[in-house]
């Protein structure tokens, strides 16, 4: 009787202690991926024909930042985590194929060059983190394309060719030109400049053009002095015939006739021309015009995601680089819906700005409400869900 007594002791504690132990294993696996549970429709979204989930990850590590600079190592992992946790694959070579993206595909990456400055462009190491996550996935680096408008800006942010011919490729919008098919009409006009597609004057070297400006958009008045008008913006070859899925990675700054630079306006204006038209602040002509030119096929079927780089944010005195008016947040928000990206942003920008007393942005960022209305995603705060890890 004692011998069955001492037995059963033993067995039951052995099984506690298992349990325990598989408990404590199980607590230290999660606390070391820092996992985040999803829903399993985040990715079961057809951006073709319903607004995407409203689902964003946040990471943040203020530490990460210093002088306005993003660590390296530091930078790299908060993007892979981001990615991991949004999507709940093991590795990013998963995470992108999971994002719809195949070896076959020539994917550019939208970067913000923040008018030919590092300080407030997409940071590097995040941009390297994509890179890598796609050679990883299959995709050849000569398949991916790093790009914005302007060449001048891209080169002085630091986004130049290594020289390496099994490197990925930089393109500009100025050096490979629009597509006359299916233009974006809007009723305002605006004056064309050399680098618009309708543009007709003398003869014009777009890159050499490009590297001698020095206006923020890249764009001067034609010098016989006789305007062109037009209410077409074309879109760029980039977008409609060279890349097939698009990753949308910009800097968040501010805009004094957007609001914000974030995932919308950057996207929407850096690919199509004649977009000066929107611009002006109180006209708000920008309004329905980003929303719209988000919501053609043309963007709309090709960008697989989108990532707010909000490491070094500057919230006020944009757009260009104001250190006192630039908070070091050392965040990212990485998701499929731009319209809930931006509104978070939006929103931390009016925080800031309430904080340093400076007027509200209010009016200036309404396009990102209105995106909500094309059905791009949700505006909604009560109705974004924010996944925050690390």
Excluded at 55 to 81: H, K, T, W
Excluded at 150 to 176: C, E, I, Q, W
Excluded at 321 to 335: C, E, V
């Amino acid at each position: 009787m004692i011998a069955r007594r001492l037995l059963f002791t033993a067995t039951t504690t052995h099984r506690v202690f298992t349990r325990f132990a598989r408990f404590i294993v199980i607590l230290l696996v999660a606390l070391a991926l820092r996992t985040v549970v999803l829903p399993s429709t985040v990715l079961a979204q057809d951006p073709s024909s319903t607004a995407p989930s409203p689902a964003v990850i946040l990471i943040e590590r203020p530490y990460a930042v210093s002088e306005f600079a993003l660590d390296d190592a530091n930078g790299q992992q908060m993007l892979n985590r981001a990615l991991l946790a949004y999507t709940q694959r093991p590795t990013p070579a998963e995470a992108w194929l999971a994002l719809g993206i195949t070896p076959k595909d020539v994917v550019g990456i939208k970067i913000s060059s923040g008018n030919g400055t590092a300080l407030t462009a997409t940071k590097r190491p995040l941009v390297s983190a994509i890179i890598q996550g796609l050679v990883s996935a299959g995709v050849p680096a000569s398949n991916i394309i790093i790009w914005d408008r302007n060449p001048k800006h891209m080169r002085l942010a630091g986004y130049v060719p290594d020289g390496n011919k099994n490197s990925v490729n930089y393109r500009s919008v100025f050096g490979t030109g629009y597509t006359r098919e299916a233009p974006y009409m809007f009723e305002v006009p605006g004056t064309l400049v050399p680098g618009d597609a309708d543009f007709r004057g003398a003869p014009v070297n777009l890159m050499e053009e490009a590297m001698k400006v020095g206006e923020p958009d890249g764009g001067r008045v034609e010098r016989s002095g006789s305007q062109q008008i037009s209410n077409k913006s074309y879109f760029a070859r980039l977008v409609t015939t060279t890349c097939t899925k698009i990753i949308n990675i910009p800097a968040l700054s501010d805009s004094p006739n957007y609001g914000i630079n974030g995932c919308m306006a950057t996207l929407a204006l850096g690919s199509v021309d004649n977009y000066r038209r929107f611009g002006g602040g109180e006209s708000q002509w920008g309004t329905p015009a980003i929303a719209e030119i988000l919501s053609k096929d043309v963007l709309r079927k090709k960008v697989v995601l989108h990532i707010l780089d909000a490491t070094v944010a500057q919230y006020a005195g944009g757009p260009d680089f104001n250190p006192r008016n630039t908070a070091p947040f050392g965040a990212i928000y990485l998701g499929r819906d731009p319209v809930a990206i931006d509104t978070l942003a939006l929103e931390r920008a009016e925080q800031q700005r309430k904080e340093h007393k400076i007027v509200p942005i209010d009016k200036a960022g309404s396009h990102v409400k209105a995106g909500e209305m094309y059905n791009l995603g949700t505006a909604d705060l009560k109705k974004i869900k924010v996944y925050k890890i690390d």
